[in-house]
C-alpha cells in the first residue's frame, strides 16, 4: 500500500507539474530523490540501525520518485523521437524490462553472497548517479502550452483538464476499461504463481525461477521483434494481436497438468513474448494523438493500467 497510494493519490497532480516544469529537471530531482533515500538505506545498514518503519518511509520516498518520473520520461519521448519509430522505442523499453526481469534476481542473489548489504545499496546509489549524470548531457525539448505567458491556472484545474482530456476521447475511455478488466483478472493469478509452482507442479524455487525467467526471456525477444519490425500499420492491430496471444499463453499456463510443468514454462514465454506485442504500440498510440503539452497528465492516469509485470 504504501508503494501503491503515491502513484494513485499524486499521480494526477504529478502530471499536471511535469507539464508544468521542465521535464529533465523533474526526472534529475525524482532520480536525486530516490539516491539519496538508497544512501540513507546502506547507512541503516551499515550501522545497524536498521527500523521496519524506516521501509515504509524509504518505499514511500521512492514511490513519490517513481510517480514524477514515468510520467516526465514518457511524456518527453514523444519530443525526441519521430512518430514513424515511436512504436520501435516503445519495444526497447519493454526488452529492457524483461532484460532486467532475467538479470536482476540471480544477480541479487550472487551479490548477497559476496557483499554485506550496506555494500549493494551503496551500488545502487552508484548506478542512480550515472542514471542522473547521463541527464545532464540530454537535450529534452519543452512542448508550448497554449497561455504560456499568462498567469497559470491553479492546479486543480490542470488536473481536472487532464482527466477531461482521457474520459472526452471514447477511443481512450474503451482501452482504458479494457485494460483494467484484464489486469484485475491477471495481477491476482500472476501474483499466486509461487503457490502454482509449489502445490500443483510440486516444485521449488528454482522452479519459479525458471517460470520467471521463461517469461523475462519471452519480454525480452517480444520487444526486439517489436523494434525491428515496428508493428502493423494500425497500431492497434498489433495490440489486439498481441492480446490475443497473451491470452493464449495464460490459458495454457492454468490448464497445464502437474505432470506437463514444460507446457507451462511454454505457456509463460509466449504471455512474455506478447507482452511488448500489445503494450509497446499502444505507448507510441498516446504519444501520437495526445498533444505533448498534455502527456504528462494523460500517462499519469492511463500509466499502470496499460501495462503489467509480474512480481
Given at each position: 500500500m504504501v508503494a501503491l497510494l503515491p502513484e494513485v493519490l499524486l499521480g494526477p497532480f504529478a502530471g499536471a507539474l511535469v507539464d508544468r516544469w521542465d521535464r529533465r529537471e523533474v526526472m534529475i530531482v525524482a532520480d536525486s530523490l530516490i539516491a539519496l533515500v538508497?544512501?540513507?538505506?546502506?547507512y541503516l545498514f551499515w550501522t545497524g540501525?536498521?527500523?521496519?518503519?524506516?521501509?515504509?518511509?524509504?518505499m514511500l520516498a521512492r514511490a513519490m520518485g517513481g510517480a514524477f518520473h514515468w510520467p516526465a520520461m514518457h511524456a518527453s519521448t514523444s519530443l525526441m523521437v519521430p512518430e514513424e519509430h515511436l512504436t520501435r522505442v516503445a519495444g526497447l523499453n519493454q526488452t529492457t524490462q524483461g532484460a532486467r526481469s532475467i538479470v536482476s534476481p540471480p544477480l541479487g542473489?550472487?551479490?548477497?553472497?559476496?557483499?554485506?548489504?550496506?555494500?549493494?545499496?551503496?551500488?545502487?546509489v552508484v548506478t542512480a548517479a550515472f542514471a542522473i549524470l547521463s541527464l545532464f548531457?540530454?537535450?529534452i525539448p519543452q512542448p508550448e502550452r497554449e497561455g504560456a505567458k499568462e498567469s497559470k491556472p491553479p492546479l486543480w484545474e490542470d488536473v481536472r483538464e487532464g482527466l477531461r482530456y482521457v474520459w472526452d476521447r471514447s477511443g481512450m475511455v474503451a482501452m482504458l476499461a479494457m485494460a483494467m478488466v484484464i489486469n484485475f483478472l491477471i495481477r491476482p493469478a500472476f501474483s499466486l504463481m509461487p503457490i502454482l509452482v509449489t502445490r500443483h507442479f510440486g516444485g521449488q524455487a528454482l522452479q519459479l525461477g525458471w517460470m520467471e525467467s521463461a517469461w523475462g526471456i519471452g519480454v525480452v525477444l517480444g520487444g526486439l521483434i517489436l523494434s525491428t519490425w515496428g508493428g502493423f500499420r494500425r497500431r492497434i492491430t498489433?495490440?489486439?494481436?498481441?492480446?490475443?496471444?497473451?491470452?493464449?499463453g495464460t490459458l495454457l499456463v492454468g490448464l497445464t497438468p502437474a505432470e506437463a510443468s514444460s507446457l507451462a514454462l511454454t505457456g509463460l514465454f509466449v504471455a512474455g513474448f506478447m507482452n511488448p506485442i500489445t503494450n509497446g504500440?499502444?505507448?507510441a498510440l498516446v504519444q501520437t494523438l495526445v498533444a505533448p503539452e498534455m502527456q504528462g497528465r494523460v500517462f499519469t492516469v492511463i500509466g499502470k493500467v496499460f501495462s503489467y509485470q509480474p512480481s
Open positions: 538508497a544512501a540513507w538505506l546502506a540501525a536498521m527500523q521496519p518503519w524506516h521501509v515504509y518511509v524509504i542473489a550472487f551479490l548477497l553472497g559476496i557483499l554485506p548489504l550496506h555494500a549493494i545499496m551503496a551500488i545502487d548531457f540530454v537535450h498489433t495490440t489486439l494481436s498481441g492480446l490475443i496471444g497473451m491470452g493464449l504500440p499502444i505507448h
